[in-house]
Every structure is written in structure tokens, then in C-alpha cells.
């Protein structure tokens, strides 16, 4: 039988042979009963400031079934047996992204024997890598290849987090296929799992080359721009260049900057709504000063990783509560432009695998909703979008175009103070000094102060003119949602399944993936097994 035993700690310094030790102990055997032992999953635990642990998951073979087991220990089950083919459709259903909620939609459909058409407005990562370097170097923006648009979605350029709050079967999955393509087998059992982005972009392709071998067509360049619809039922794709690609299946995971969609929903009548997201800054500060807060007089041991933060407070502004939470916490990281459309500006953070920056950062964000949007006259289904464009055009005008970034030291504006130039930050093109108070309406800008406070008080030296906050994070999530019924399939539009973080059901790699393999097994449900 085999078991699984949760959080057997580990000092930094011992050695890794006294898990099993360690596992015979919690199961009440000796270590010689116990075969093939496997961690399978290793966290840090880093609540005892000078004191971080490892806590780790092993599992391990034993004869027989334990009783009376601790609540710790648990029967690993068995694999459920590989889902058979299904019937192959008339025509390739087409998915319209090639994101992680794409991909994986692929991979699913491919591995029960149905090959796909992905289409994609953006290019594969090599010439996209040029146009991010253009943007990055120069403040030249490609509204068709970019950040957002291209091999990989957004994820593929932006740091390559496989962390998730979702619990679903799926997850390691997903985490197992970026092990294989990145050849990065220790995210496996890492507890915080990140590829990084130097290498992402290839675990991507070679999916991608994969998926090609099997059957599946990729479209580049390939802008959609309309639905062809007949008997209620999808029936094409209408893309920019003349073309229309038929099918009576579409998997549209366009990711969450896919505002020209968002806007044919809408003017079409299609079922689609605002939908709550957050908006905020970007957080740097020195590396270093994140790890003397989170491992105090242990920072400098050599197995310990750059630290990170996960930070969240509720304050009530005018009388209710708003949540204020850190975003996308990149140790060792640089901060990136991630605008899709030219004169608004925005941000996200990204790293690579080694995490060597001197720099961190995250976004410091509040949570926004449709109540928020129709203050400032917006309303309807694109009244996010329409706000989050108005924050973005300030934003730009306020960094003085060219892509800089308004910033300013993250103590000064606590104060409510000018404060002196940011000294230095990771971010190109660079940044112009800022009265950030300019950004946001009031009670957003209440809402930030308040969470930065409670922040610093939970991290003593946050709070610092050493830290810089640079504007503006406002793509934590799509600000509409593009509705689906229980069978996943919009209910007004049979055979259109909308899919990932742009459609409004997730929100990062992992979790956008798992959607993708969600809908792949609807389309395989409505197709039925193979004759």
C-alpha cells in the first residue's frame, strides 16, 4: 500500500535521508518497512523569523494497511485510467487563443484522438521576443505582438508562476506537462512552483511542436474579427484577412486584454457582463530588504531562495470594506510594460528561473466593481473595460509618453508628498517622477494607503524610500466575462465555449489551463465516445 505523509520538516541544514526516518516515525513503523520513498512535494516555511524550514510531502510503500493512521497520512489512490477517443467531428474544432487555456484545450482534445485549429492575432516567441525587446528598449509598441498577444498568452513573457489557489485533479497535470516541455523537473515537487521566463517561452514552443506533430493546425498573425453563426450554432470564424475558418466548435480563450472581442460581444448582443477585477501599482524594493523582513538573521543561507510575500487587508473605506492585496510577487524580478494598445499604459512583473535580480516586486492592488465604474458614468457590459482605459490614458499622459511609467517612492506617497526622483527600478523604458495621487479615484487611492499601512505593519520596513511604486497594474484579470451555461457552452451561441482568464474563469497559467482541459472534456462529453 502506499502512503502519503504531509509536512515532515526538515532543518535547512539536514540531510534529506531523514525523511524516511522521519515517515517511519509518523506511521509508527520502522524506516527499514518503508520502500521507495518519493517527496513529492517541499515548502518553505518561514513563519519562525531566523528559523525556515523545509516541510515535505513523501510518499513511500508499505506492506499492508496502516489503521489508525494520523491525519497527516493518507492512501495515495490510484490513478484513474486514460479518458478513451471520442468521435473525430466534421470539421477541426478551432480554438481562438493560443494562451495556456488554449494549449491545454488542445492537448486534452488531441489526446482523445480530435486534432484542432489554434488561431492566434500575435507570432510564435521567437519574432514576439524581438517586438517585447522593442518595446522594452525603445517604447515601440506592436498592437499585434506584444506582452499579451502571441505564443503563450500573456503568461509566456510574465514570470512564469505555476502556483494556483484552485484544488482540482488537473493541477499537476498541467504543472507536469511545463516539467516535460522546460525540462524543469523540479517544479514537480517544488511548493511554489516557477518556470521563469527565460525559459517558458521554449517549454511553449515545444508543446506547441508537439501538438503540431499530432495533428493540430496553428494559425499566426490571425486576427479574428466577427462569429458566422447559423440555426443558433457557431459556424465560422471571420478573421481580418478575408478568410472565414468553418466549424460548428469554438473555444474562445483570448485572454484577459481581448477588448476588440469583448466589444463584438457587446454590440452583437451576446451574453457578456462586467465583472468585478483590481488595479493598482507595482511595488519595488530591493531584494535584499524583502529577505531580512521575511528570514531575518537567516537571509544569508546559501539554500534559501529570494524571498517573497503574499499580502492581504480589508480596510473600510466610506464605510465598507475593500480588499487590498499583493499581485503577482515576483522575487529576484523586473517590472515590464504590457500595453496592447497605443498611448495607455500598464505593467506586470516578470523573472527568470535563477530569480537574480536585485530586485523585487508585485503589484499592491485594490479590488474594483461595476458600482465603481458607474460613479465615473460607465455602465453596461464594458463599463471595466472603459474604465480601465481611462486609468491607462492617464497613466501614459502622466509618464510622459513613450511608455515611461509614472513612479514614485513608496513612502512618499504614504505621505501625501512629493518626495525625491525614484533612485533606481527595473523598468524600460524607465520611469518619469509622479504625483501618483493623480491616478485612480479617491476611494481607490484611500483603499491603497489603508492596505500599504496594514502592510507595514505586518512587515516591519516596508513601507521605505528605498521602495518605488510605478503605475500602472490594471490587468489583474478581464474586467468582463463572457457567460457560459453548466455545459460550459454560451447559452446563446451552441458550440462556443468560452475559456480561461479572458473569458472570465480564471486567473493565471495554471488555473487558465485547467479551464482549457474543462472544456476540452465538455466538447469530448458532446461528441461522445469513438464507434
Known amino acids: 500500500m502506499r502512503y502519503r505523509i504531509s509536512n515532515l520538516p526538515l532543518w535547512l541544514d539536514e540531510d534529506e535521508s531523514l525523511l524516511t526516518r522521519r515517515a517511519a516515525e509518523r506511521l509508527g513503523l520502522s524506516a527499514e518497512h518503508l520502500r521507495d520513498a518519493t517527496v513529492v512535494r517541499r515548502s518553505l516555511d518561514a513563519r519562525r523569523k531566523g528559523h525556515p524550514r523545509w516541510l515535505v510531502n513523501l510518499e513511500v510503500e508499505v506492506e499492508g494497511r496502516i489503521r489508525g493512521a494520523p491525519a497527516d497520512v493518507a492512501p495515495v489512490p490510484s490513478p484513474d485510467p486514460a479518458p478513451g477517443p471520442v468521435r473525430r467531428p466534421a470539421a477541426p474544432p478551432i480554438i481562438l487563443g493560443a494562451g495556456p487555456a488554449g494549449l491545454f484545450c488542445a492537448w486534452a482534445l488531441l489526446e482523445r484522438g480530435v486534432p484542432s485549429v489554434v488561431v492566434d492575432r500575435g507570432k510564435t516567441v521567437g519574432p514576439r521576443r524581438r517586438d517585447v525587446a522593442s518595446l522594452m528598449r525603445a517604447g515601440e509598441l506592436d498592437p499585434e505582438s506584444n506582452m499579451n498577444y502571441g505564443e503563450g498568452g500573456a ?31 523540479r517544479i514537480v515537487v517544488e511548493g511554489k512552483p516557477h518556470v521563469g521566463s527565460d525559459v517558458l517561452p521554449a517549454a511553449i514552443s515545444a508543446m506547441r511542436e508537439e501538438l503540431e506533430r499530432g495533428g493540430c493546425t496553428f494559425l499566426w498573425g490571425a486576427r479574428a474579427i466577427d462569429l458566422e453563426l447559423r440555426g443558433g450554432r457557431f459556424a465560422g470564424l471571420r478573421l481580418a484577412d478575408g478568410r472565414t475558418l468553418d466549424s460548428d466548435r469554438l473555444v474562445l480563450a483570448p485572454g484577459n486584454s481581448a477588448r ?95 530569480r537574480s535580480s536585485p530586485l523585487a516586486n508585485a503589484g499592491i492592488v485594490v479590488a474594483v466593481s461595476p458600482a465603481d465604474f458607474a460613479a465615473e458614468g460607465f455602465e453596461g457590459p464594458l463599463a471595466g473595460l472603459a474604465w480601465q482605459r481611462k486609468w491607462e490614458r492617464a497613466a501614459y499622459a502622466l509618464g510622459g509618453g513613450g511608455y515611461q511609467a ?31 495621487s493623480r491616478l485612480y479615484p479617491p476611494q481607490v487611492q484611500d483603499a491603497l494607503r489603508a492596505g500599504l499601512r496594514a502592510f507595514e505593519r505586518r512587515m516591519h520596513g516596508f513601507v521605505t524610500d528605498e521602495a518605488v511604486l510605478i503605475g500602472i497594474e490594471s490587468r489583474t484579470s478581464a474586467p468582463c466575462r463572457l457567460v457560459r451555461g453548466t455545459d460550459l457552452q454560451c447559452p446563446a451561441i451552441r458550440g462556443l465555449y468560452p475559456a480561461g482568464e479572458g473569458a472570465g474563469y480564471a486567473g493565471g497559467i495554471v488555473s487558465s489551463a485547467v479551464d482549457g482541459l474543462k472544456v476540452a472534456e465538455a466538447i469530448c462529453a458532446e461528441l461522445g465516445p469513438a464507434a
Open 155 to 185: 503568461g509566456a513573457y510574465t514570470d512564469g508562476k505555476l502556483g494556483t489557489r484552485i484544488h482540482h485533479p488537473a493541477v499537476r497535470k498541467v504543472v507536469e506537462l511545463f516539467a516535460r516541455f522546460g525540462n524543469v523537473g
Open 260 to 354: 476588440e472581442l469583448f466589444e463584438l460581444f457587446a454590440a452583437r448582443g451576446w451574453p457578456i457582463e462586467a465583472k468585478p477585477f483590481a488595479v493598482g501599482f507595482r511595488a519595488e524594493h530591493p531584494q535584499p530588504l524583502i529577505d531580512r523582513i521575511q528570514y531575518g538573521t537567516a537571509r544569508r543561507h546559501p539554500q534559501l531562495p529570494p524571498a517573497d510575500y503574499k499580502l492581504a487587508d480589508n480596510p473600510k473605506v466610506a464605510g465598507a470594506a475593500r480588499g487590498v492585496f499583493s499581485f503577482c510577487m515576483c522575487p529576484g524580478g523586473v517590472v515590464v510594460p504590457t500595453p496592447t494598445e497605443p498611448e495607455m499604459q500598464c505593467t506586470n512583473g516578470m523573472s527568470n528561473s535563477r
Open 406 to 436: 509614472p513612479a514614485q517612492r513608496l513612502a512618499a506617497y504614504l505621505a501625501r508628498r512629493p518626495g525625491e526622483a525614484p533612485s533606481r527600478t527595473s523598468y524600460r523604458p524607465g520611469v518619469t517622477q509622479a504625483d501618483l
